[in-house]
């Protein structure tokens, strides 16, 4: 059983990645034909070539890296040991898989209607500085201290008593005035 949900896992990666293979060729390659070529009049050496390098060279890195998680092991009889990571998954596969999305967008976009799509590109580091301080810097910086918990803990401790005392001489007067 196991043996089977890992070879599904295999060629559902090996079709995952081959499409994505594609789209990404097709992106590049089509960007570079009409934009760097057929429209090269409308192109600037300092903007457009290190964009159109940094959005072919970021969606490239996470192919590969999608490929590596997701490559199958064999053992030396050519049986399938794992099917590989799998590539549907959450985590830092989806985060590539968007990131590839988003350079594919902008590749293509930019080669069809303007310049000024390349401002999609900014949503990568924009989420990653926002992931980067919610989920690191901001529980760091935030996490009392030992000392700290312990007098949260001791000031709570006594509001609670407080709170109660406050509830029992409101049943008491509530009982005096019946």
Same mark, same amino acid.
């Given at each position: 059983m196991a043996k089977g949900n890992a070879k599904k #896992?295999?060629?559902? *990666?090996v079709a995952r990645l081959s499409a994505l293979r594609r789209?990404?060729?097709f992106a590049v390659g089509a960007h570079f034909l009409v934009r760097l070529v057929v429209y090269r009049g409308t192109t600037t050496w300092w903007t457009h070539w290190p964009l159109f390098a940094f959005?072919?060279?970021?969606?490239?890195?996470?192919y590969a890296s999608l490929r590596n998680v997701g490559a199958p092991t064999w053992d030396a009889s050519g049986a399938l040991v794992d099917g590989g990571g799998d590539l549907t998954l959450g985590g830092m596969s989806?985060? +590539?898989?968007?990131?590839?999305y988003i350079s594919v967008f902008c590749l293509v976009a930019t080669a069809l209607v303007s310049d000024w799509i390349w401002l999609a590109l900014l949503s990568i580091p924009a989420f990653a500085? +926002?992931?980067?301080?919610?989920?690191?810097?901001?529980?760091?910086v935030f996490t009392p201290t030992a000392d700290e918990a312990?007098?949260?803990? #001791?000031?709570?401790?006594?509001k609670e008593q407080k709170k109660k005392r406050e509830r029992q001489e409101? #049943?008491?007067? *509530? #009982?005096r005035r019946r």
């Amino acid at each position: 059983m196991a043996k089977g949900n890992a070879k599904k #896992r295999a060629e559902d *990666n090996v079709a995952r990645l081959s499409a994505l293979r594609r789209v990404i060729l097709f992106a590049v390659g089509a960007h570079f034909l009409v934009r760097l070529v057929v429209y090269r009049g409308t192109t600037t050496w300092w903007t457009h070539w290190p964009l159109f390098a940094f959005a072919a060279c970021a969606s490239w890195f996470c192919y590969a890296s999608l490929r590596n998680v997701g490559a199958p092991t064999w053992d030396a009889s050519g049986a399938l040991v794992d099917g590989g990571g799998d590539l549907t998954l959450g985590g830092m596969s989806s985060y +590539y898989h968007d990131i590839i999305y988003i350079s594919v967008f902008c590749l293509v976009a930019t080669a069809l209607v303007s310049d000024w799509i390349w401002l999609a590109l900014l949503s990568i580091p924009a989420f990653a500085t +926002y992931k980067l301080w919610a989920d690191l810097i901001l529980p760091w910086v935030f996490t009392p201290t030992a000392d700290e918990a312990e007098a949260n803990a #001791r000031m709570n401790e006594t509001k609670e008593q407080k709170k109660k005392r406050e509830r029992q001489e409101r #049943r008491a007067e *509530n #009982r005096r005035r019946r």
